[in-house]
């Protein structure tokens, strides 16, 4: 089974509409992430989480929220969808010793 | 702030030739370099990394060398093969100056034909 694993793994929705990214791991870590990748401007920080109870904003945290339920699980919602949130959406964890981030498989996400 | 710059793709290659992609980078004190790899439909995974300078990270016959006077980390591999067809990121981490987040360059992507 994967270390990292997302659902779903693709979505299509309207603008104005809510939903939800999962994101579990079974590595353990602590730290845990959510980017977005758009073509030619590699990958951009959302928001990251050093633990349950520490969650960050990254670089374009504007449009969307995380909640961390659980060491194992943190999820990425966009409150009212709009078209230029249409990208490849990325959850990763870290293993804080060896500075490591474990991705997994992505979301494509296609808003209209 | 920090910053990671890497050529700009796509580097298309014939298989057998000589790799180089090239990495610079701008941080405060003594940050970490990574070379990650995307393959085809997939995330992200590490190819290599270094901690300090002149440190050499290598793996699957890619090497890369921290080298703090010039601030780059350049991708380098001496026969690639179609398998090694994906995008290549630089990134850096600088937790000892506070910042605990991974900066990635733009990627480059990298096509082997036989």
């Known amino acids: 089974d994967a270390d990292v694993t997302q659902t779903p793994r693709n979505r299509i929705t309207k603008t104005g509409k809510r939903i939800m990214l999962e994101c579990s791991q079974t590595?353990?870590?602590?730290?845990m992430y959510w980017y977005r990748q758009d073509p030619g401007l590699g990958l951009r920080l959302i928001y990251y989480?050093?633990?349950?109870?520490?969650?960050n904003k990254g670089e374009i945290s504007d449009g969307y929220s995380v909640s961390r339920q659980a060491q194992a699980k943190f999820s990425l919602s966009l409150e009212s969808a709009i078209p230029n949130q249409t990208a490849l959406y990325f959850c990763?964890?870290?293993?804080?010793?060896?500075?490591?981030?474990?991705f997994g498989p992505g979301t494509r996400l296609l808003v209209l | 702030g920090n910053s990671v710059t890497q050529m700009e793709g796509p580097v298309t290659l014939s298989e057998e030739a000589f790799l180089t992609i090239n990495c610079t980078y701008t941080?405060?004190?003594?940050?970490?370099l990574f070379w990650y790899v995307q393959y085809p439909g997939e995330g992200l995974q590490l190819l290599l990394k270094?901690?300090?300078?002149?440190d050499k990270g290598s793996n699957k016959g890619f090497e890369a060398t921290y080298r703090k006077e010039t601030t780059s980390f350049h991708l380098e591999k001496g026969s690639v093969q179609v398998s090694d067809s994906a995008v290549y990121f630089c990134?850096?981490?600088?937790?000892?100056?506070?910042?605990?987040?991974?900066?990635f360059g733009k990627g480059t992507k990298l096509s082997v034909i036989p």
């Open positions: 990134a850096l981490s600088n937790s000892g100056a506070g910042s605990y987040q991974l900066t």
């Open positions: 941080a405060t004190g003594y940050p970490s």
């Open positions: 590595k353990g870590h602590d730290r």
């Open positions: 989480s050093f633990d349950v109870k520490d969650i």
């Open positions: 270094a901690t300090k300078a002149d």
């Open positions: 990763a964890t870290e293993d804080r010793v060896s500075e490591t981030q474990y």
